[in-house]
Nanobody, 125 residues
């Protein structure tokens, strides 16, 4: 059973950067696609980024493309989300998720069957 724990959230000014981490345990990450999602108050949880198990493929929501970068270290069993040029509309709880997917990345949140508890990101001056 895979467990996921996010960290790295916080308060940052517009234009600033944060790096989120997702530490995993309980299983190896072989053949797991990993994703980051976010949920703002009163809104649906939305896709942010996904990375294939080999890190050969990545996928981003249009709203974060060019500003966010997803990466993974399978030896450290950790996934990262580097967030640059942050905007107030990026404010949300960010969740890490995993799905067994040898073929590549995944977007629909219902595809993912392992989730972390979330970490708050607030972008405000």
């Amino acid at each position: 059973q895979l467990q996921l724990v996010e960290s790295g959230g916080g308060l940052v000014q517009p234009g600033g950067s944060l790096r989120l981490s997702c530490a995993t345990s309980g299983d190896t990450l072989d053949d797991y696609a990993m994703g980051w999602f976010r949920q703002a108050p009163g809104k649906e949880r939305e896709f942010v980024a996904s990375i294939s198990w080999s890190a050969g493929s990545t996928d981003y929501a249009d709203s974060v493309k060019g500003r966010f970068t997803i990466s993974r270290d399978n030896v450290k069993a950790t996934v990262y989300l580097q967030m640059n040029s942050l905007k107030p509309e990026d404010t949300a709880v960010y969740y890490c998720a995993a799905v067994y997917s040898p073929g590549g990345t995944a977007r629909p949140r219902y595809d993912y069957n392992y989730w972390g508890q979330g970490t708050q990101v607030t972008v405000s001056s």
